[in-house]
């Protein structure tokens, strides 16, 4: 029940604050946040570092993946068509976002439809976020290269806590 309304509020605030008219300047990044994604469950299927758990009635994966994809969505046309272009303002900006993903990963570990795995922990993905949101806007202004750093720092992270390369 927790993803049925934690995604319901995420459509809601992508309804309201999202900038749907630029939605196609936004869709490589979209596509490549979802990648990631899609390639981290892939390459942690043996190990993985943390897991969302579908509770009733969204027990199924797919759906669970499908619903991930809407928050994605959401986040990108929200933080990308929002982004201040002052510097200060631009990195408060990011650290706001850092804040939120953490705070709602925290809640989803409160109700039981997160859990962390392997070492990993709150702290680890407060860092994570930190990665995530400054590749999400380099991704928008130099794709390619954001997708060359990507590799060797999955590569790293898959090192650093120990899974098996598939």
């Not at 604050?17 to 630029?22: A, K, L």
């Not at 969204?58 to 619903?67: D, K, N, V, Y």
């Amino acid at each position: 029940m927790a993803e049925i309304i934690g995604v319901t509020i995420w459509i809601a605030a992508a309804i309201k604050w999202g900038d749907w008219r630029n939605w196609q300047k936004y869709y490589p990044t979209i596509l490549y946040f979802i990648f990631c994604d899609v390639m981290y469950y892939y390459l942690t299927a043996s190990k993985p570092l943390w897991m969302l758990r579908p509770t009733w009635p969204l027990q199924h994966s797919l759906i669970s993946l499908i619903g991930e994809f809407i928050v994605f969505a959401s986040t990108v046309l929200i933080f990308l068509g929002r982004y201040p272009f002052r510097p200060f303002i631009s990195i408060s900006w990011t650290f706001i976002w850092v804040i939120i993903y953490t705070i709602n990963e925290w809640v989803l570990l409160k109700t039981g439809t997160f859990t962390h795995h392997n070492s990993w922990t709150l702290v680890d993905s407060f860092f994570f976020n930190i990665l995530m949101f400054v590749f999400l806007r380099l991704h928008e202004k130099k794709p390619l290269m954001t997708l060359l750093l990507s590799i060797p720092i999955g590569f790293l992270v898959m090192y650093i806590y120990f899974i098996p390369i598939r």
